[in-house]
């Protein structure tokens, strides 16, 4: 999938399991599926990676609070392709 592709996808497709909110609208990362998945579950959809584990430590498994916030300043900065 090219760089094009995957932008359109994200901006367009529509998660019916996360409230029927596209998976990225940019600038408004609380009205955006991806974000909320990564920050915990939404709708039927478990907090992205699947099964993550939030508490610190060796199983420690879902994505560093620092990533999330800066996919969600991404998205909220309007998601620059």
Do not use: F
Not at 6 to 35: K, N, R
Request: net charge negative; charged share 15%; proline share 10%.
């Amino acid at each position: 999938m090219d760089d094009n592709t995957l932008y359109t996808t994200l901006t367009t497709h529509i998660s019916e399991a996360c409230g029927d909110i596209p998976l990225v609208t940019p600038g408004e990362p609380e009205q955006s599926a991806l974000v909320k998945i990564l920050k915990g579950p939404c709708g039927n959809i478990a907090r992205m990676p699947n099964g993550c584990v939030g508490v610190p430590g060796p199983e420690y498994t879902c994505l560093l609070q620092e990533y999330i916030d800066a996919i969600e300043q991404w998205v909220a900065d309007g998601a620059p392709q």
